[in-house]
């Protein structure tokens, strides 16, 4: 199993990860890369700031209705072809 795929695994049980996790519990070296190659792959990762705080954390969502509208009028139907 690749740091990636441990990466994504953690994620999609529920739990949240920051840049700094990454690093050091997945041992990935590009926190920020990781989470971008996730997206491009389909997954929908949520970042959010902690309050009163500059720390990112990085979550598994479920995209809105108003996410799906925008990437259907942006990609047309190949948006969610297979």
Do not use: W
């Amino acid at each position: 199993m690749t740091k990636q795929t441990k990466l994504l695994t953690y994620l999609n049980t529920g739990h949240t990860v920051t840049s700094r996790d990454i690093v050091s519990g997945f041992g990935l070296s590009n926190p920020h890369d990781a989470i971008y190659k996730l997206r491009n792959q389909g997954h929908c990762i949520y970042s959010n700031r902690r309050a009163g705080s500059e720390t990112v954390e990085y979550r598994i969502g479920t995209p809105s209705k108003r996410m799906v509208a925008v990437a259907n009028r942006v990609l047309g139907t190949r948006a969610f072809q297979a």
